[in-house]
């Protein structure tokens, strides 16, 4: 069984919005660091947000003010609002939980495309 799962991806026109999920399993959620990366075509991993064990945010410059990363300890989920999205907002979407310095899961990915 996955230890984190993403879902919501899909395709949205240029100024859109998609809400993605990621549910972690078999951690003590409320517990852990859980962040969200993406990785376009020919680029590297980038961090998107993230988000505390005390619910202090962060974001990459390219999605601040459009995007917002909220958990919810109760389900085990984390979650990505992503509003007024772009075209080069495309990537594969990646959810992160990290329980410690040396113990971390990566989820499968999940496609976002912005059409122009």
């Known amino acids: 069984q996955a230890q984190v799962v993403e879902s919501g991806g899909g395709l949205v026109q240029a100024g859109g919005s998609l809400r993605l999920s990621c549910v972690a399993s078999?951690?003590?959620?409320?517990?852990?660091?859980m962040a969200w990366y993406r990785q376009a075509p020919g680029k590297q991993r980038e961090l998107v947000a993230d988000?505390?064990?005390?619910?202090?945010?962060d974001y990459a410059d390219s999605v601040k003010g459009r995007f917002t990363i909220s958990r919810d300890n109760a389900k085990n989920t984390v979650y990505l609002q992503m509003n007024s999205m772009k075209p080069e907002d495309t990537a594969v979407y990646y959810c992160?939980?990290?329980?410690?310095?040396?113990?971390?899961?990566w989820g499968q990915g999940t496609q976002v495309t912005v059409s122009s």
């Open positions: 992160h939980e990290r329980v410690s310095a040396t113990v971390y899961y």
């Open positions: 078999r951690t003590i959620f409320s517990r852990t660091y």
């Open positions: 988000i505390t064990t005390t619910d202090i945010t």
